[in-house]
């Protein structure tokens, strides 16, 4: 089993910056992929980013040039640098585990273990 907990999520106003973090136990850190998807009301989870051993990194259009993913693979954790926040950037965020082979990291069903989620507001 894997264990994923966020952290980082908050209140900010537009055009400022978050850092989540993506805390993993339990079975050995994956050198498969690591994702961030995101949930605002009403609408259905949406993929942010993405990175693969830290050598692959794939971002949604909407975010592509103000999110940052990394990870740390001696820390287990998976972080996603969010600048320039924009408000409609609101919803939970949520990290998420692949042990898949070839997954494709976009696709939320490709993901088998899922944080609780962490809530970012963007004030306008």
């Known amino acids: 089993q894997v264990q994923l907990v966020e952290s980082g999520g908050g209140l900010v106003q537009a055009g400022g910056s978050l850092r989540l973090s993506c805390a993993a136990s339990?079975?050995?850190?994956?050198?498969?992929?690591m994702g961030w998807f995101r949930q605002a009301p009403g609408k259905e989870r949406e993929f942010v980013a993405a990175?693969?051993?830290?050598?692959?990194?794939y971002y949604a259009n909407s975010v592509k040039g103000r999110f940052t993913i990394s990870r740390d693979n001696a820390k287990n954790t998976v972080y996603l640098q969010m600048n320039s926040l924009k408000p409609e950037d609101t919803a939970v965020y949520y990290c998420?585990?692949?042990?898949?082979?070839?997954?494709?990291?976009?696709?939320?069903?490709?993901?088998?273990?899922w944080g609780q989620g962490t809530q970012v507001t963007v004030s306008s």
């Open positions: 339990g079975r050995t850190f994956s050198r498969y992929a």
């Open positions: 998420a585990q692949s042990f898949r082979p070839l997954a494709t990291v976009t696709s939320a069903g490709q993901y088998d273990y």
């Open positions: 990175t693969i051993w830290s050598s692959s990194t």
